[in-house]
């Protein structure tokens, strides 16, 4: 039987490209295991069949070609991983516990090159096996370009770590900001700059998801809520804190010093670089008045953004900041 | 809070056309309840949350444009009802009961006219409620074309109705064959033909999803295996009954008088042509030896297709029968 892909017209298995498509096929088998914790039926039926506890928590990210990612640069390795990596960062920042995954495939008309689909499993199988996530099953389409949307699911903590916060509570991070828009940027501008920005590229090409500390935050009853920032803080402190609300940010927040460089040789200002940036995938959470300090002693590497007040909007030193969030490609 | 679309750089929220892409936010939480039975956390947050029985059956499925719809005729309720019905139908050939689903939209970079959103959205959310699925969560990004990406879950029955069958077992059908492929034929080559048939197009535009039909299948111990026909018998009988065995079709199988006039007139075999159908979303079934007098007295409008046999290869009137499955737009 084939590895799912079924209940829609597969024009994939139709059409002159067959030994292709059943080679996509073989590679997805060969890269992921068939069975695995909680998969009660696997690939190669109607539906898959998951066991579960009484409550999952479930999300959706697509990765699309020429908006999410290019070809041209992106490592085939990190487009598979990042499609995973940006589902997992959800349920990380709910403080679930990741345990399966579906994945739905629109292939380019014309194919894929050489062993490029193969490296794109290779990226997402080894942090699927990091997370002891099984694949359960999925899809193959045909599009004009290539596309991954996935469905993953986990088990959920003491408690749902939602998007919430309270005037006076403090704003942490746990990761960099304005790293992977500095990757994205040097990586356009295809310029010689590359090697000033290693881990720039590398928070671009491959974000971690921090389920461990989603996990020991929802266990901490003086975190308020916690979100994982994709589109940068300007865009998403809001999606934190809800209408109703703002945030004063603190103009000494520290910025990692490729994000400093770049910045300089740019002629930005800094904190506005990272505020807008995204795609870092760093946790932001609010954390209640008088707990910071234990805060940093559980998490010694997280920093605090600034804090959460009664007056709507973003101001930072006092003075309203209107930097947009992350905009791919433009 | 917006209505989820986070966890991913959100291009949609972060470009020049803010006020469409919040329209089209704002249009998806009119055509859907936000909360539903079994949904813990809807839509805004990093995740959802659904409370779940021991097991759950999960699918997914994309709706891709200019491959399973064109835009140039699907009335826009065609596209959000079957890229749902698809899906359903999935949970459906498992004997389960669908109970939510998750949205991944990807809309074309220069927008969507007038009110063609809300009436895809208005096709979506007639068929959910029929079925009491609420929308779970879900992520909007930019593409070229219009996509969308749905993943369903729901309760398994009394058991899973997988693909299986065994020699011997008598092949059934619950629904047509051949009719939605009739309907494209039709509506490709744009003619004057159309109110001829009104069915095949119906069938290609809004598919049932047989849920009470798998349901009741699920009970009933001496059926052996299950599927929903997404790419025609001929493609699909394969899979239903595995490697190592093959099936004897009836030549006498009963064929819906749309689909025997559209052969007569374009010169094709009508059988033939029902057999590569693809679309119809039919239940497919394989029944053990002597039960199916009872299946049909339980299911009168059910039809039976031929028999699985020990000799491997589809064969008809005991002629190996060669016929390809479904082929999109080719």
């Known amino acids: 039987?084939?590895?799912?892909?079924?209940?829609?017209?597969?024009?994939?298995?139709?059409?002159?490209?067959?030994?292709?498509?059943?080679?996509?096929?073989?590679?997805?088998?060969?890269?992921?295991?068939?069975?695995?914790?909680?998969?009660?039926?696997?690939?190669?039926?109607?539906?898959?069949?998951?066991?579960?506890?009484?409550?999952?928590?479930?999300?959706?990210?697509?990765?699309?070609?020429?908006?999410?990612?290019?070809?041209?640069?992106?490592?085939?390795?990190?487009?598979?991983?990042?499609?995973?990596?940006?589902?997992?960062?959800?349920?990380?920042?709910m403080g679930g516990t990741p345990t399966g995954f579906l994945l739905s495939l629109t292939l380019p008309q014309d194919g894929l090159k050489n062993d490029f689909f193969s490296r794109v499993l290779?990226?997402?199988?080894?942090?699927?096996?990091?997370?002891?996530?099984?694949?359960?099953?999925?899809?193959?389409?045909?599009?004009r370009d290539l596309s991954l949307t996935i469905t993953a699911w986990g088990t959920p903590g003491p408690r749902f770590l939602t998007r919430k916060a309270e005037a006076g509570d403090v704003l942490f991070l746990i990761g960099e900001i304005g790293l992977a828009r500095t990757g994205l940027s040097v990586l356009e501008e295809n310029g010689e700059q590359q090697k000033k920005y290693p881990q720039s590229i590398q928070s671009l090409f491959f974000p971690r998801p921090r389920v461990k500390e989603g996990k020991k935050l929802a266990e901490l009853s003086f975190v308020r809520g916690l979100m994982d920032i994709s589109d940068g803080p300007a865009a998403d402190l809001p999606r934190l804190i809800g209408p109703g609300?703002?945030?004063?940010?603190?103009?000494?927040?520290?910025?990692?010093?490729?994000?400093?460089?770049?910045?300089?040789?740019?002629?930005?200002?800094?904190?506005?670089?990272?505020?807008?940036?995204?795609?870092?995938?760093a946790l932001l959470g609010a954390t209640s008045p008088g707990s910071s300090r234990e805060l940093l002693r559980l998490f010694p590497h997280c920093s605090f953004l600034g804090r959460v007040t009664e007056n709507q909007g973003l101001r930072m030193d006092g003075k309203p900041f209107h930097g947009r969030g992350f905009d791919h490609f433009k």
């Open 245 to 281: 609300l703002g945030a004063d940010l603190d103009p000494d927040f520290p910025v990692h010093s490729e994000v400093l460089d770049f910045a300089a040789d740019s002629g930005m200002d800094p904190l506005e670089f990272a505020l807008i940036g995204g795609e870092d995938y």
């Open 1 to 93: 039987m084939s590895i799912s892909y079924p209940g829609y017209p597969d024009t994939v298995a139709n059409n002159k490209k067959d030994k292709n498509e059943q080679d996509y096929l073989d590679l997805i088998r060969e890269h992921f295991p068939q069975n695995g914790p909680g998969i009660v039926l696997g690939p190669g039926d109607d539906c898959a069949v998951v066991s579960c506890p009484d409550k999952i928590c479930l999300t959706t990210d697509t990765l699309q070609e020429d908006i999410h990612f290019r070809t041209a640069y992106f490592p085939p390795e990190a487009i598979g991983h990042k499609a995973l990596a940006v589902n997992i960062s959800d349920l990380a920042a």
């Open 122 to 143: 290779k990226g997402m199988s080894d942090l699927a096996a990091e997370h002891d996530m099984p694949l359960a099953g999925g899809n193959i389409s045909r599009g």
